[in-house]
């Protein structure tokens, strides 16, 4: 890889070097170049959104007890097989809906992530027949645990085996109710009564067992005008956005937190999707369905031609009065705490030339990310709402692949912040072009080249890998390094850094 001139290569060297308060400790763990949190300073890089690829219809909703508002699902990996957990229920107006509810809890599987089946599992008779996929169904006058349920697997030390599988379900003003099953199929309550009350809950509102906090997070909606909960009106004003709430039990709860978002706009988060990185569970992943009141793509009689209302969203059966709108997705990240790292502002899955995910309420991804290939993952997300075709569509994305930091044809750099590693040897995430390459430098805190892992000593690294070993001239052994206070260098050009760790 030529260099372009000993003056660019040296614009960050010239800089004085500020270290923090102390190293990062990185241990060896995976980092994703999804925000700032190991970068330092770039220049002539940037950190760049990747765009998911469409792969296709995951799961129709064309079941009878599928209403076309089905949706709000939650992946899980479990032992090799994916199980996929939605609401469903009947149309408002259908015959088998139970009074004051119309939340189905769903449930299909798959061996791959590919292609999901929904299995007839014999436990909740709909319209004369067992032989359904529904798992829950609500009971007349019964306080609705069943809305909108998401499930997580309980990865805490110690959770008894039959609490194995744990979910969050109800509404408001109910409050959210706490479910257990020992297979994730047979589910019941683990307490009559709501553990959380305190937010307005209309939408998917997700928990999990955090290693990086030792705690149970719980992310759910709540209103940024709307203070008081225990109010018996429901208040739609302000912005719809994210709090969070910690407990060490699922019982007690700390005081309910909003999010914060950094130095961005304030905008419609109308869900959150926030779960553990399945490969890095100390990083939190976050994709929201973004609502964007007043704007609107489909006229009036397009609306129609996707068997759409006038105006509204009210298809024959199925009850709904939703404003014609425009939605997509969005990424976050959160490292703990109350907040969310906006780096990116842009759609991270855009509506498309399909003119049914312009239709609103559109967009609403699966929660959870899920391995479906050696060097892919996939996302999922709701599509032609409130239509006859009604599906949960799959993306992919490279393994890791959210974001990278990427030069284009003139070369740059990146330069991490200090840090200590664990570790034998430094492995990357990242492809280049062929005229394209990356060389790696091990600087100490101060910046200074270690002898034995300068650049110069570092052979261009060419090509594609999911996990590329980094060499220099005599070794690619680092472990003399660990417990150092060290920096990395990335001297770049036509390529892409989408993580890093030590192994």
Not at 75 to 84: A, H, K, Q, S, V
Not at 369 to 385: K, R
Not at 469 to 493: C, E, N, P, Y
Request: glycine share 8%; net charge neutral.
């Amino acid at each position: 890889m030529k260099l372009r001139s000993l003056a660019f290569l040296s614009v960050l060297a010239a800089l004085p070097l500020v270290a923090p308060a102390a190293p990062i400790d990185l241990g060896s763990r995976l980092e994703l170049m999804v925000d700032r949190h190991l970068i330092d300073r770039m220049e002539g890089v940037s950190l760049r959104l990747q765009v998911p690829q469409k792969a296709g219809v995951a799961l129709p909703y064309a079941d009878p007890w599928d209403r076309d508002a089905s949706g709000y699902a939650t992946i899980i990996e479990d032992g090799g097989r994916y199980r996929l957990y939605y609401r469903g229920g009947p149309s408002l107006s259908s015959p088998q809906k139970n009074e004051g509810a119309t939340s189905y809890f769903c449930y299909a599987e798959s061996a791959d992530g590919v292609t999901w089946v929904k299995p007839k599992l014999g436990l909740v008779e709909f319209a004369g027949s067992k032989e359904n996929n529904i798992l829950l169904a609500p009971a007349p006058r019964e306080d609705p645990y069943t809305q909108s349920i998401s499930p997580f697997i309980d990865s805490r030390p110690g959770v008894p085996a039959n609490e194995r599988y744990k979910a969050v379900g109800g509404q408001w003003p109910q409050g959210l109710y706490v479910l257990v099953s020992e297979d994730g199929l047979r589910w019941r309550k683990w307490r009559e009564q709501p553990v959380f009350r305190d937010g307005a809950f209309d939408s998917l509102n997700v928990a999990f067992w955090s290693e990086l906090e030792q705690c149970y997070v719980l992310y759910f909606r709540t209103f940024t005008s709307w203070t008081d909960y225990s109010s018996k009106s429901f208040n739609l004003g302000g912005f719809r956005s994210i709090s969070r709430t910690t407990s060490k039990d699922l019982i007690t709860w700390t005081p309910a937190e909003r999010m914060t978002f950094g130095q961005t706009p304030l905008e419609q988060l109308y869900t959150n999707g926030t779960r553990p990185y399945f490969r890095a569970p100390h990083l939190y992943v976050a994709t929201p369905m973004r609502l964007v009141q007043g704007r609107r793509f489909l006229s009036d009689e397009e609306l129609e031609q996707q068997q759409v209302g006038k105006g509204f969203l009210a298809i024959k059966g199925a009850d709904h009065n939703i404003p014609n709108q425009v939605s997509d997705t969005v990424l976050m990240t959160s490292r703990g705490g109350t907040r969310y790292d906006r780096t990116f502002m842009q759609a991270f899955v855009r509506p498309g030339l399909n003119k049914g995910n312009w239709v609103s309420r559109n967009g609403v991804p699966a929660t959870g990310f899920i391995q479906t290939g050696p060097a892919e993952m996939s996302v999922y997300v709701g599509q032609d709402y409130c239509q006859p075709t009604a599906h949960l569509g799959r993306y992919t994305l490279r393994l890791d692949g959210f974001a990278a930091v990427h030069a284009d044809y003139d070369e740059g750099e990146m330069l991490t912040k200090p840090f200590r590693f664990t570790g034998r040897q430094l492995i990357l995430n990242c492809s280049t072009s062929a005229v394209g390459g990356i060389r790696v430098e091990v600087q100490t805190e101060t910046g200074e080249p270690i002898p034995g892992f300068t650049l110069e000593e570092c052979p261009v690294l060419v090509g594609d890998s999911i996990e590329r070993t980094v060499r220099w001239a005599t070794t690619d052994d680092v472990s003399r390094l660990q417990g150092r206070a060290v920096r990395l260098r990335f001297v770049m050009k036509d390529a892409d850094l989408f993580s890093l760790r030590f192994r």
